[in-house]
Structures are given as C-alpha cells and as structure tokens.
C-alpha cells in the first residue's frame, strides 16, 4: 500500500514531468492560471481533476494557488478530483498548485535550475 507521502511524491514528479512553459494551464491576457484554458491546457489542480471538478471550479475566479483553498471552502476539493489523486491534503494542493503558477519554474523544456531549488525548499524532494 502507497503510503500518504508516496503519494503526493507520486502527484509531484508526474506533474513536473507533466509541464513545460507553453502547457501549463495559464490564460496569458489575464495574466492569472486557469484550471482549463481554451486550448483545453489545464492547471496543476486542474490537470487533476474530473471534467465535473472542472466545471464546478471555472464557478470562481482563478487567481493561482488561492483558489485552491477557496474552492476547497465550498466543496472538499476530494469530490472535484479523478479517484487516483484523492486523500492528500489541501496543503499539498496550494504548494503544487503555487510551483505551477510560478513563472520563473518552467521553460520550454519543463522544469528550470529555479523550479528545482523551489521543489526542493517547498516538498523537500531534490530533483
């Protein structure tokens, strides 16, 4: 049985070898993440969650890793997620969701020196 930090271990490399620079769920006229953009790119959260989650989530305003903790307010983020990333905590979720939307994490070929060192200080993980 994969224990709790496995887990979001597990959630934290696959979405680090998930995005680049160009994919990364972000609304550049807004300036702000989204959990799915028009070309269908989704945010760190939003990659996670069920086609549901998502349209229960566009009902807020997206503006980064806050969301998180406001959509968890109204509904536990859980129910919004596909099954295999459920039960990590709302913690996790805003770390994750704050690397993605750094900028200065990501160039076109995934993670920079940057992002790692911000993985490594946030999740304590060494890249």
Not at 70 to 81: E, Y
Request: glycine share 8%; net charge negative.
């Amino acid at each position: 049985m994969i224990t709790l930090a496995e887990k979001e271990k597990e959630i934290l490399l696959e979405t680090i070898s998930f995005y680049n620079s160009e994919n990364r769920g972000y609304d550049k006229l807004s300036g702000h993440c989204v959990y799915e953009g028009s070309d269908g790119n989704r945010c760190a959260v939003g990659r996670c969650m069920t086609d549901e989650g998502i349209k229960f989530a566009k009902k807020f305003p997206a503006d980064g890793a806050s969301d998180v903790i406001v959509i968890n307010s109204k509904v536990n983020i859980d129910s919004l997620l596909q099954e295999k990333y459920q039960g990590v905590s709302l913690k996790f979720w805003k770390e994750l969701q704050t690397l993605h939307d750094m900028y200065n994490c990501w160039d076109e070929a995934g993670i920079t020196d940057y992002g790692k060192y911000a993985v490594e200080t946030s999740f304590g993980v060494i890249l």
